[in-house]
């Protein structure tokens, strides 16, 4: 089946740093990408969503200066946390649907945890 | 997007089987009734989808009254391994570009 993986699954930051988290659609083409947040025994928010080739649109109150979001390629959207603080310490996820005829899936990476110290 | 509405949480032994409800009353005509489970750290995995009556794969089934305003997810014979998150989402199954909109989902905890 479809895969979506992201990288890093980890990653540990000082404040005041910037982080790049990348989602990679393996086996299939996603024009569009989302991306969610999952903080500690919540569900998962949704940040915003990636399009190939023009601008991301941003949920209301997620600071699109903040979080960048680029999806160069028809494979590969990036998720650029600037000016990290503790507080945007969390679980970051992407994800994308391949349309099919039987399924509109939803496939989503393993996550991200980024911790900022 | 329809709005859904799942218990909290969920307890159950291992061999029973496990039913787990999700309430959509506004459910729109071209809205897909898609289950998810999630692991700690780990991104949600599908389950099982549907559009009305009944389906069944390899690990689920989900029920569809002809309403659509509900819909059972159906666990057989758990094991400690189903202890997880689950969560009912609704959403156009055929718009690539449509993101689907988490609700607070369902834990469910396996016990022997």
């Known amino acids: 089946g479809a895969v979506v993986s992201q990288h890093p699954s980890r990653v540990i930051c000082k404040s005041g740093t910037s982080v790049k988290i990348e989602c990679r659609s393996l086996d299939f083409q996603a024009t569009t990408m989302f991306w969610y947040r999952q903080f500690p025994k919540q569900s998962l928010m949704l940040m915003a969503t990636s399009n190939e080739g023009s601008k991301a649109t941003y949920e209301q109150g997620v600071e699109k200066d903040k979080f960048l979001i680029n999806h160069a390629s028809l494979t590969l959207s990036t998720l650029t946390v600037t000016s990290a603080h503790p507080e945007d310490s969390s679980f970051y996820i992407c994800?994308?649907?391949?349309?099919?005829?039987?399924?509109?899936?939803?496939?989503f990476g393993e996550g991200s945890r980024l911790t900022v110290l | 997007l329809a709005k859904t509405t799942q218990p909290i949480s969920m307890d159950s032994y291992e061999g029973q089987e496990v039913n787990i409800t999700c309430s959509h009353n506004n459910i729109a005509t071209n809205d897909y009734i898609t289950w998810y489970q999630q692991f700690p750290s780990q991104g949600p995995r599908f389950i099982i989808q549907?559009?009305?009556t009944k389906v069944t794969n390899e690990v689920a089934s989900l029920f569809i009254p002809a309403d659509r305003k509900s819909s059972t997810l159906s666990l057989p014979r758990v094991s400690l391994s189903d202890t997880a998150v689950y969560y009912c989402?609704?959403?156009?199954?055929?718009?690539?570009?449509?993101?689907?909109?988490f609700g607070k989902g369902t834990t469910l905890s396996v016990s022997s």
């Open positions: 549907g559009y009305k």
């Open positions: 994800s994308a649907r391949q349309v099919r005829a039987d399924t509109g899936e939803l496939f």
């Open positions: 989402l609704v959403g156009s199954s055929n718009q690539a570009g449509t993101a689907l909109i």
